[in-house]
């Protein structure tokens, strides 16, 4: 069975960082693309970041651009989200999904983690 | 302002049919990228309802349907059940954004 488990979320003020971190298990994680996906709360979904396998590709929403980085540490089959220079904005429960593919390109996010609640605020 | 358009609401029935319409552009669904379409129960993760514009996964039932012509794809749910009634998303890739986009989401109630 397919599980992610993000972690790392919490109360950030604005200008700080934080990471989130995304534990996966049930599938052969350095095969496939994984993805950030934020949802501001009652509002809709936005794509946030992708990574190919292999870290090969990656990119961003302008709206992180220059602010967050996406990366991978196969080994441990985890994905992070490093975030810095946060904004009010940026509060959102923050999702990690599973690419169908290699390329972050392509493809549906099949599976998703249950999220974890970040909250930019002074 | 989403980069793919969705109703915000739509109504029906039970039993009725429904359908949901998203509207892209020439960089994203009329590129040829494949659509996919997510149903957000309340207080969960989205889940995958239809990939690559037609397919469903296992589990899903045959009422969900997806299709895409030109720069727009659809969702139609016919024998409108209860336990339908969630938030529903497309998304595709957007090759001038270079990056993964959504439609704003559709809010279904079922009558």
């Known amino acids: 069975e397919v599980q992610l488990v993000e972690s790392g979320g919490g109360l950030a003020k604005p200008g700080r960082s934080l990471r989130l971190s995304c534990t996966a298990s049930?599938?052969?994680?350095?095969?496939?693309?994984m993805h950030w996906v934020r949802q501001a709360p009652g509002k809709g979904l936005e794509w946030v970041s992708g990574?190919?396998?292999?870290?090969?590709?990656?990119d961003y929403a302008d709206s992180v651009k220059g602010r967050f980085t996406i990366s991978r540490d196969d080994a441990k089959k985890s994905l992070y989200l490093q975030m810095n220079s946060l904004r009010a904005e940026d509060t959102a429960f923050y999702y990690c999904?599973?690419?169908?593919?290699?390329?972050?390109?392509?493809?549906?996010?099949?599976?998703w983690g249950q999220g974890t609640l970040v909250t930019v605020s002074s | 302002q989403s980069v793919l358009t969705q109703p915000p609401s739509v109504s029906g029935a039970p039993g009725q049919r429904v359908t949901i319409s998203c509207t892209g552009s020439?960089?994203?669904?009329?590129?040829?990228?494949?659509v996919h379409w997510y149903q957000q129960l309340p207080g969960t993760a989205p889940k995958v309802l239809i990939y690559d514009n037609t397919n469903r996964p296992s589990g899903v039932p045959e009422r969900f349907s997806g299709s895409k012509s030109g720069t727009s794809a659809s969702l139609a749910i016919t024998g409108l059940q209860a336990e339908d009634e969630a938030d529903y998303y497309c998304q595709t890739y957007d090759s001038g954004l270079s990056g993964g986009v959504f439609g704003g989401g559709t809010k279904l109630t079922v009558l």
């Open positions: 999904a599973k690419g169908s593919g290699t390329y972050y390109k392509h493809g549906v996010f099949d599976f």
């Open positions: 020439r960089s994203n669904i009329g590129a040829g990228y494949d």
């Open positions: 990574l190919s396998w292999s870290s090969s590709t990656m």
């Open positions: 049930g599938f052969t994680f350095e095969d496939y693309a």
